[in-house]
């Protein structure tokens, strides 16, 4: 039987390193077989090695560890590694996933190393099960994250762009190409359409009124 | 300024007509029970009671007009005052022979009889404005100390509020457990990495964390803070994350507020280098310029795609400097060119302040 492998995708050298030990005396069977410091390389790393197993960071640049998840769906199980519950990842591990927080003990890893060995005893070559799955659990984990309402809106200034808090906007107007914005220092121009605004903006402070009429601070 | 008046003085004597009335009532029967007329004549209940009211009524208006439009300066208002009583008393006996259909140069004939009118519409008219006037100071007093109760206890919630934020902010979860971990792994391996790390934080931690209490830092203070937090980060990215600080030493002792700058710099690093791939560089300058101090963090990172919906530090930050300086405290937010972003604090600054404190 082909050894088992995996590879670890944190941007924090120190912390591929350690986990890399960690795993090596849990489990010195398992083959590290590649590492990647953001997202991109660590889809590109899964397709080329095709391991059995992907240790991935959630908070990467490039692609997030669930977005390199979903990229390479079912090609592999997925270990995820956070900082902070910020997902409550907690109740989405299933037969696809798991996940560890950071700072990795011992104990947690080592119980997440069982798992995974069961799993794959069970389940030696990726399924198109596990590729559903594992597909499902990752849309409702991002649905979770909470949308966040706009706050600062890019204001076109002269030559520059700048940030202007949208406390300070009066209204928003769809006369132009580009919507424009009304502040207490005149009007600019915008690059974001009516409607993705009215998505973006607190409905408490912001309404759309039809047909441009009276505008509403 | 002038319907305004108008309007508070209409509104005032409507309230105060009834009580006029009554007033004056009792002042055309004592008149007329002391047969108050000049030599040689009568004056009936009836034209005491008519004269009596519109020289009261008159009174009162002007009084009332002079209260409103002088109310804070002392001299000019007793001396509006004599003008309102004066004024109302001429108003009120022409308008008195008129309804009674008088002639009204008998008051000119008379003289005396009018001064006696006058002395008797000044000395009524101080009382009842005496009364007035003072009732009206309570109550304002009353209102003030209510407004003034109401202002302290809402400041003294936002500051609460503010602080509590300060304070989830510097303890965020994510740098927290991050660094943590880092620290961890580091002891294994480079134990004297881990634990000049591990004091790094350690003095992060408290600086910022104590400094939320205080009012006044210094930019010393606070770029060393900065440099902590840095180098924290420094470990963290490697090779992806380039810092500089160029603040000047004479700068050092320039007070400023806590935590305002390093909100800037933890921005720049979450939304500009750490989820760019291959991270940047982080420039924090500082200057002094005609009475303002200049504070200035630029990344070359993501720029401003990250920042808009993520902004609740900025904000945080903005309100603050809005509450200590009101319109002299501005944060700017703008594009770092080629590529990155660009956060300019400014807030005023007297350059002889460090000296002397040397």
New interface residues.
């Given amino acids: 039987m082909n050894p088992i492998r995996a590879i670890i995708a944190d941007?924090?050298?120190?912390?591929r390193?350690?986990l890399k030990?960690k795993l090596e005396s849990l489990w010195p069977e398992l083959v590290i077989c590649g590492e990647a410091e953001?997202g991109?390389k660590a889809v590109e790393l899964i397709q080329e090695s095709q391991p059995n197993i992907a240790f991935l960071d959630i908070?990467m640049?490039?692609h997030s560890g669930i977005e390199v998840a979903r990229k390479t769906g079912g090609m592999c199980h997925v270990v995820f590694i956070t900082?902070?519950e910020?997902y409550a990842v907690d109740a989405f591990v299933s037969e696809a996933i798991d996940y560890i927080?950071?700072?990795?003990t011992e104990e947690r890893l080592k119980i997440t190393v069982d798992r995974l060995k069961k799993r794959i005893s069970s389940m030696p070559e990726p399924s198109p099960e596990l590729k559903e799955t594992m597909q499902r659990v990752l849309s409702a984990l991002e649905s979770r994250k909470t949308p966040?309402?706009?706050?600062?809106?890019?204001v076109q200034?002269g030559d520059?762009?700048?940030?202007?808090?949208v406390?300070e906007v009066c209204y928003f107007q769809a006369s132009y190409k580009y919507p424009a914005v009304m502040t207490k220092e005149g009007e600019s121009l915008i690059r974001k359409t009516i409607t993705s605004l009215s998505q973006?903006l607190d409905p408490n402070k912001f309404w759309r009124i039809q047909q441009a009429g009276k505008p509403l601070s | 300024m002038v319907p305004e008046l108008l309007n508070k003085t209409g509104k005032k004597f409507l309230i105060a007509v009834p009580y006029n009335a009554v007033f004056c009532t009792i002042i055309a029967i004592l008149l007329s029970i002391l047969e108050f007329a000049p030599k040689g004549k009568e004056i009936s209940f009836v034209d005491n009671f008519v004269f009596s009211q519109c020289i009261g009524g008159f009174c009162c208006l002007f009084s009332i007009g002079a209260h409103n439009a002088f109310k804070d300066r002392k001299v000019l208002l007793i001396a509006a005052f004599g003008v309102a009583l004066g004024l109302g008393t001429i108003f009120g006996e022409l308008l008195g022979s008129v309804i009674l259909w008088i002639n009204p140069l008998i008051f000119i004939r008379e003289v005396g009889f009018f001064f006696k009118i006058l002395f008797g519409a000044t000395l009524f008219g101080s009382v009842i404005i005496y009364f007035w006037h003072t009732r009206e100071k309570i109550i304002e007093t009353k209102t003030m100390a209510q407004d003034e109760r109401i202002k302290r206890l809402t400041s003294e919630k936002e500051m609460i509020e503010t602080n509590l934020k300060l304070l989830q902010a510097q303890i965020e979860?994510?740098f927290l457990?991050?660094t943590?971990?880092?620290i961890?792994?580091?002891l294994?391996?480079d134990p004297e990495k881990g634990k000049s790390m591990l004091a790094d934080l350690t003095r992060y931690l408290r600086t910022s964390l104590s400094k939320t209490r205080k009012d006044v830092s210094t930019i010393g203070q606070e770029m060393a803070l900065i440099e902590d937090y840095l180098r924290i980060f420094k470990?963290?990215?490697?090779d992806?994350l380039r810092y500089e600080i160029m603040v000047s030493n004479d700068l050092n002792d320039a007070p400023l507020p806590p935590m305002l700058i390093q909100p800037l710099v933890e921005n720049a690093i979450k939304h500009g280098l750490?989820?760019?791939?291959?991270?940047g560089e982080i420039l924090i300058r500082a200057d002094q310029n005609e009475g303002m101090l200049h504070v200035e963090v630029a990344d070359t990172g993501l720029g401003?795609q990250d920042?808009?919906?993520?902004?609740?530090g900025?904000?945080n930050i903005?309100q603050r400097l809005h509450s200590l300086f009101g319109d002299q405290g501005r944060l700017?937010?703008?594009?770092n060119?080629p590529h990155g972003f660009k956060a300019v604090i400014e807030v005023p600054y007297e350059s002889d302040q460090g000296h002397y404190r040397r």
């Fill in positions: 941007d924090e050298a120190p912390l390193v350690s030990k953001d991109l908070r640049p490039g900082a902070y910020e927080v950071k700072p990795v966040t309402r706009l706050q600062w809106i890019k200034h520059g762009v700048r940030l202007d808090p406390e973006e | 979860p994510h457990f991050n943590l971990s880092n961890l792994s580091l294994d391996r470990v963290r990215m490697g992806r750490e989820p760019k791939v291959g991270g401003l920042h808009e919906a993520s902004g609740n900025l904000t903005q700017t937010l703008e594009e060119l």
